[in-house]
T-cell receptor
């Protein structure tokens, strides 16, 4: 079974721009979670989607948003990019929501903001 | 979710067993212990998880103390490819699918 895929793998943007990242979960998985990883803050939870609904949200500003489609694919968007948004953005999928299933991570998208 | 404490780093000789400790003294009865590892700049890789009993799979063994306040991840025969940051996470249903990562243990396997 194919793993979690994320596109693009690398991205360079400038301050003030916006960016959209994509995540395709493992086939059959319906929950998708997003994480941000920076050297200073480590791995931090952004939000989780299940059945096209946001179920949980981390402590990030409203510039960070996401959505999930009916085929469980998910996108996250960051508007008005800041230098501090440079990070590895990770997506994880699991079969169910509710904390009872193992989550599997994708390879990540490395975003650099200049 | 309960907080975990791990040593920041440890070295291990290639071919020897690596024993990675994790303290989770405030764990609740329905919280699981999960282990992930992250090889440089890749996505975290699931290793193993357990509730009360010891668990073993093709990658590792997980030993959980009887009081569940600590656990040890055992890599039976460490290879150079096991060099990574290892994260111990305690997770309960109350947090849903949100994983709270600490600093992890940076493991360096030396030839």
């Amino acid at each position: 079974k194919a793993g979690v895929t994320q596109t693009p793998r690398y991205l360079i943007k400038t301050r003030g721009q916006q960016v959209t990242l994509s995540c395709s979960p493992i086939s059959g998985h319906r929950s998708v979670s997003w994480y941000q990883q920076t050297p200073g803050q480590g791995l931090q939870f952004l939000f989780e989607y299940f059945s096209e609904t946001q179920r949980n949200k981390g402590n990030f500003p409203g510039r960070f948003s996401g959505r999930q489609f009916s085929n469980s694919r998910s996108e996250m968007n960051v508007s008005t990019l800041e230098l501090g948004d440079s990070a590895l953005y990770l997506c994880a999928s699991s079969f169910q929501a509710g904390g009872s299933d193992t989550q599997y991570f994708g390879p990540g998208t490395r975003l650099t903001v200049l | 979710d309960a907080k975990t404490t791990q040593p920041p780093s440890m070295d291990c000789a290639e071919g020897r067993a690596a024993n990675l400790p994790c303290n989770h003294s405030t764990i609740s009865g329905n919280e699981y212990v999960y282990w992930y590892r992250q090889i440089h700049s890749q996505g975290p890789q699931y290793i193993i998880h357990g509730l009360k009993n010891n668990e073993t799979n093709e990658m590792a063994s997980l030993i959980i103390t009887e009081d569940r306040k600590s656990s040890t991840l055992i890599l039976p025969h460490a290879t150079l490819r096991d060099t990574a940051v290892y994260y111990c996470i305690v997770r309960g249903k109350a947090a849903g699918n949100k994983l709270t990562f600490g600093g992890g243990t940076r493991v360096l396997v030396k030839p």
